[in-house]
């Protein structure tokens, strides 16, 4: 049995304070991999007008993924899925030799309960929510921690997540890091052009992203 942590994301673009929540969280989890799933289209910025092509997404996904138990993914564009609890039923299908936990940013739990279905994700897996500076009071002042409070395991056991029984929610810490993709997109609003995504094949699927 695998255990495959799941980091969602627009990854615009992708930056090494995702790299850090990713190995941090395989250390906290005791993962075996965790796929950076770099989504064709977040419901929740489909309007953003400085989204870079998924190509280039998930050529910086790659990037910050060499020599670690990362794999970049598009994942969902094969499965032809759009939201978040669409996804995790079909990868629990797909994959019944796999344990999945969803492990998420703490700026993300404050918007939690604006996903679609946010119950059902919190019932089909596991989620570790990881601490980011700035977002921790917003997060726990939001709706989704209402109701996710009552199922929240100590940190202490999170390499037990394979034994729980969902809702279940740990909430990771790790040192701070100040890498932000929105800053990075101010000071190189054309950080994707040199880009070249030909060759390029998903780390999961080994499908040509391009």
């Known amino acids: 049995m695998r255990r495959t942590g799941l980091l969602g994301g ?3 673009p992708a930056h090494m304070g995702h790299r850090r929540i990713a190995l941090g969280a395989i250390k906290a989890l005791a993962l075996d991999d965790l796929w950076l799933m770099v989504s064709p289209g977040n ?3 489909d309007n953003a007008s400085d989204m870079a092509p998924l190509a280039a997404r998930f050529a910086s996904a790659q990037r910050i993924a060499r020599r670690a138990p990362i794999r970049a993914t ?4 094969r499965l032809g899925t759009r939201y978040t609890v669409d996804t995790l039923a079909r990868l629990v299908r797909l994959h019944p030799r796999r344990r999945f936990i969803w492990v998420m940013g703490s700026d993300n739990l404050a918007d939690f309960h604006r996903w679609r279905q946010w119950r059902r994700i919190a019932r089909t897996v596991p989620i570790a929510v990881v601490a980011r500076p700035g977002y921790d009071a917003c997060a726990r002042s939001g709706k989704a921690w209402a109701w996710l409070r009552r199922y929240v395991r100590p940190a202490s056991q999170a390499k ?5 029984r969902p809702p279940a929610l740990v909430l990771l810490r790790f040192v701070p890091d100040p890498a932000s993709a929105t800053l990075m997109r101010r000071g190189n609003p054309g950080w994707h052009v040199s880009i070249n995504p030909i060759g390029q094949r998903d780390s999961v699927t080994r499908g040509l992203i391009a």
């Not at 598009?74 to 564009?77: A, G, K, T």
């Not at 037990?160 to 729980?164: G, L, P, Q, V």
């Open 160 to 164: 037990r997540w394979t034994n729980w």
């Open 10 to 12: 627009s990854f615009n």
């Open 43 to 45: 419901p929740l910025k």
């Open 74 to 77: 598009v994942i969902e564009r």
